[in-house]
């Protein structure tokens, strides 16, 4: 099994430039964007992000616990089988597609957001496909809405970062997660957001308790009213 069984549809040198890559790479590093959701992002679309599938190619040859790292840990994702095969039979490989969009624990998570944002914008729901919600391809969907698009892409990262926290840590202790638990997740990151941008626009974060100027060169941050509710 090889490293490129967790890649989705990466560009080759003739689709790197086209125009919705390039603005793909310019909305990523935007700096009004949050920076944890930027760098996520940018791990996303640089398949840094290292699932299970990703590292089979670094486990030597036969070793015996190499089907455990490559595969989900989602216990739906590993069911039990009465004889021993190898690998198990049933088990599903652990590429970047399954962990964040096609895992038993995400897929009602992302349904969830997909059906409140066409009560947001009022066009097509984003179909659960790598292209719409792993690279953001406006080819292959966008909002009807133009002044939606950022919108859009935050509350799709914070998704998919909610996903991807949870499921690090699923990893790690073996503790599972539940759809509901990336909703609650992806909610308190946007409230989180929307408060921070609030008191921008509500008070000087130069001027608050415990800061310093210094901190702060160049241009100030601050926000009017009418970009909060543009973003909002």
């Not at 890559?21 to 840094?48: I, M, S």
């Not at 069911?79 to 039979?89: E, I, R």
């Not at 597609?97 to 969830?112: E, G, I, M, T, Y």
Request: aromatic share 10%.
């Amino acid at each position: 099994m090889s490293n490129s069984i967790s890649r989705i549809s990466t560009p080759n040198s003739g689709t790197f430039f086209s125009p919705a890559w390039r603005q793909a790479w310019t909305d990523t590093h935007r700096k009004r964007r949050p920076r944890p959701l930027r760098v996520f992002e940018w791990q996303l679309l640089h398949d840094a992000l290292p699932v299970g599938a990703a590292k089979a190619a670094f486990c030597p040859d036969g070793a015996a616990y190499v089907t455990d790292v490559v595969c989900c840990c989602h216990s739906a994702c590993r069911p039990s089988n009465p004889t021993a095969s190898s690998p198990p039979l049933g088990w599903l490989p652990e590429t970047l597609a399954h962990a964040l969009v096609d895992c038993p624990a995400v897929k009602p998570a992302l349904q969830w957001l997909a059906r409140l944002w066409v009560r947001i914008d009022g066009g097509s729901a984003p179909p659960l496909t790598p292209s719409v919600w792993l690279q953001g391809n406006v080819e292959a969907w966008q909002p009807q809405r133009a002044d939606h698009k950022d919108l859009w892409r935050i509350l799709r990262v914070s998704l998919l970062a909610a996903v991807w926290t949870l499921r690090t840590r699923r990893r790690a202790t073996g503790e599972q997660f539940l759809p509901q638990q990336v909703v609650d997740a992806c909610i308190a990151d946007v409230r989180r957001l929307v408060y921070a941008d609030w008191q921008l626009v509500t008070s000087e974060c130069t001027s608050m308790a415990g800061t310093h100027s210094s901190w702060f060169p160049g241009h100030q941050p601050s926000m009017d009213g009418v970009e909060f509710e543009r973003r909002w």
